[in-house]
């Protein structure tokens, strides 16, 4: 039967039922074990499965991933917590030289199936180095899974996909819509990794966007007059662009929204894409509403750096009259 949960509840359904399904999958992290993680995203499971599979580590980033990537060359499935994304660039050499490129480095022999979780994204008021939208970096790292989810369901349904993946895979959660919504959850539920979602259907314009930018987008798309189709890539790398070009070529119209910086924003290189694929089926150039290209400032400007509602409406409003 379908529960009602929120994001950090899938989270936790996710990982209690992959603990239980594969006795090779282990989670671990800063804070993971006693207390649950900072966000109680992995709260109970070291009661319900021992010390030796569900445990804390030691305040070292690099170690976390580095650790993990020896236990699945060793045939485990460890999933491991970075406290907050922004501290991940400590791994960032762990991830992309070698969690990345065992598989090419030993052609094709070794694999490293480890999905590293991260909460990721601004909105909660959190301190410097707390509110990073890295997913960019990440999807350039050639032979990472980047998956991103935007609802409950998404949530469940494609960690559990991701831990049983035979390759390293970045799992960031939407700190900011954590437990903003509940939705039924059906646990018995497939959903396909490298396939983005139609969120809605529409025929002006196509919004993409991704994780906590996904409820703003709706909000947007509510306050316009104008029928917007708005698609949920869900895995940023690999991209599902079949999906996106032939929504915008339906459209006419493209807006990318994201709360990354714009240069060199994963919104870029959608662009891009749309550009080469579909550039004779536009009505008026692709635009992009993001952050600003400045460091994520510190919680008494959150507001001015976020993308709301309103700015996405704006950049709807001058997309449709373009």
Do not use: C
């Amino acid at each position: 039967m379908p529960e009602e949960m929120n994001i950090v509840e899938a989270v936790n359904a996710a990982l209690e039922d992959e603990l239980e399904n594969d006795g090779d999958v282990v989670v671990y992290g800063e804070d993971v074990g006693e207390d649950g993680g900072v966000f109680r995203a992995s709260e109970g499971l070291q009661d319900e499965f021992g010390r030796e599979r569900v445990f804390s580590s030691p305040l070292a980033e690099s170690g976390i991933v580095g650790t993990g990537i020896g236990m699945a060359l060793k045939g485990m499935r460890p999933v491991p917590e970075i406290q907050f994304s922004g501290f991940s660039y400590l791994a960032f050499h762990q991830i992309k030289e070698h969690a990345a490129r065992f598989r090419i480095r030993s052609r094709g022999d070794l694999e490293v199936p480890m999905t590293i979780r991260a909460p990721y994204g601004g909105g909660i008021s959190a301190l410097e180095h707390h509110q990073e939208s890295p997913e960019s970096f990440f999807a350039h790292a050639e032979g990472l899974h980047v998956v991103i989810p935007s609802t409950p369901q998404d949530t469940y349904s494609l960690l559990r996909k991701s831990i049983q993946l035979d390759d390293p895979v970045v799992f960031l959660e939407p700190k900011k819509t954590y437990r903003a919504f509940k939705e039924e959850v059906d646990r018995e539920k497939k959903v396909e990794l490298e396939k983005a979602r139609t969120v809605q259907e529409g025929e002006d314009a196509t919004l993409i966007t991704w994780g906590a930018m996904v409820p703003v987008a709706e909000e947007a798309a509510e306050k316009i007059d104008a029928d917007i189709e708005i698609v949920d890539p869900r895995t940023i790398y690999p991209t599902d662009f079949e999906t996106i070009i032939d929504s915008v070529k339906k459209t006419g119209r493209a807006m990318i929204l994201h709360e990354a910086p714009k240069t060199s924003g994963f919104g870029a290189e959608i662009a891009s894409r749309i550009n080469e694929e579909a550039i004779l089926n536009l009505e008026a150039p692709v635009k992009r509403v993001t952050g600003p290209d400045v460091p994520y400032p510190l919680y008494t400007l959150e507001d001015y750096y976020m993308p709301n509602a309103e700015r996405a409406l704006e950049g709807l409003e001058e997309l449709l009259e373009f």
